[in-house]
């Protein structure tokens, strides 16, 4: 790893705190104007990806759930076996005569029981959505695998529709809205 200049590394510091590339890349000194690029272009920087790297494995220690056990832990809520444990105020009513009036007051007296509780039902349902989310079980997102060629009906309502086919390059550069990786647009 070649070394950073005092910005980069103060970016990516800012970057582990906000995630705001734009942000990062202003509060470590660089324009405001140029910002966002700036920003996209250190997330892309290799040595700057590194020093990244070695900081969040610095940062991360034994008390941060891994990957599986937060799995873990969503697929026993989604299923209701995971407990846990509440306290519940006991009130126990009993009657204590008033000497001045004669009369029998209604006292109340609490204690605090511990009880395990099951999760409810909407916390084991959106633990279920997340455990899905986490298989992809449904995505929002479409996929087009040949983006090679597009073509594009365009109807003004004057009864002629006009007829666009648009060839598009995945390495040109002025197709900035295709994504040569997954075919997204």
Known sequence: MTN????????????????????????AGYSPASARTTGYRLLKNVDVKQYMEGLRSEIEDETILTAKQLLTILSETAVGNLEEEQAHVIKVPHFIKNET???????YTERVEKVMVKPKMADQNKAR??????????TDKTVVDDMSQVHITVDYGDGEPEYIDYELD???????????EKGEI
Request: charged share 25%.
């Open 101 to 107: 009036t004669g009369k029998d007051n209604l006292v």
């Open 170 to 180: 995945p390495g040109n550069e002025n197709n900035k809205n295709y994504n040569n």
């Open 129 to 138: 959505e997340l455990v899905g989310k986490y298989h992809a079980l449904w």
């Open 4 to 27: 950073l200049s005092e910005k980069q590394k103060k970016f990516a510091n800012e970057y582990l705190r906000c995630f705001n590339a734009t942000q990062s890349a202003i509060k």
